[in-house]
């Protein structure tokens, strides 16, 4: 047998094999002393308890023993035909086939790790299997598509628990993380699926909104001197008549005149 492992030896083995001066002292939790619950959580009590009664009932699994690693699945209450109609409800179905067909994979996915003293051999873990139909039945799948998206969803969820356990127990394990990461978003994806099937995907609605924009074009007549040069101005850049009446120079040509100019500048 190997020997226990101590905390200086760096990270804890597989085995889980720890010294003795590394565990923490506590007493049996049978000793443990339990107080009677507070008011609060009695009141908050009732209307959990009516919250629990309104989902619906899982269709749970009692596997009988047939022989050496042989099991029969059986049903938990005395009314073994209400048993099939809760399992055909839970895998949205009416076909016996595919109710055997689901029930096989499911137990597939369950640990054998449940050990039975009187036949000398290890069991399937009923509450795996119970709980896997219970999932199945909460997503209330209408037919036998849903159905077998919410099994993959079971499968995708068992992988990504059991690998996050070992990735948290090996942290030096970087592979095993990513797998862990990828499976958690393959869940999602699978919820995103499901919610298409039931027709509840949220859609972005775009309203896009067109408005007709109309320019007024405008003509300015200007009438000055319509009569004397038969022109109208059409627009800002046509020219404007000019209405003022030239005036005659008393210089001879081509001698420039004189302007007056402002404050500061010299004639020009």
Known sequence: MAPPHSKSDGPIPQNGLV????????????????????????????????????????????LESAGKDEEVWTSPHSDENTWLLQLADALGTRSQAVITTFMTQLE??????????????????????????????????????????????VAVHMMQMQTSARALKHKHDIKTAATASKLARTFTMQIEALQALKGKRRSTKQNIVVTKETHQHVHYHDHRGAEETGRQSHGRNA???????????????????????????SPV
């Open 108 to 153: 597939a996915l369950c640990s054998r790790d449940i050990w039975d003293d009187e036949a000398r051999q290890w069991r399937l873990d009923e509450n795996q299997f119970s709980a896997a139909l219970a999932l199945i039945n909460s997503i209330r799948p209408r037919n036998e598509m849903e159905a077998c998206l919410a099994a993959q969803m």
């Open 239 to 265: 020219e404007a008549p000019d209405e003022r009446k030239a005036v005659r120079s008393q210089e001879p040509g081509g001698k420039v005149v004189s302007l007056s100019s402002r404050a500061g500048k």
């Open 19 to 62: 010294c003795d001066d590394d565990v923490t002292a506590r007493p049996p939790s049978r000793n443990r002393i339990r107080t009677e619950p507070s008011a609060e959580i009695r009141a908050w009590s009732i209307a959990a308890e009516k919250r629990a009664r309104s989902r619906p009932i899982p269709p749970n699994v009692i």
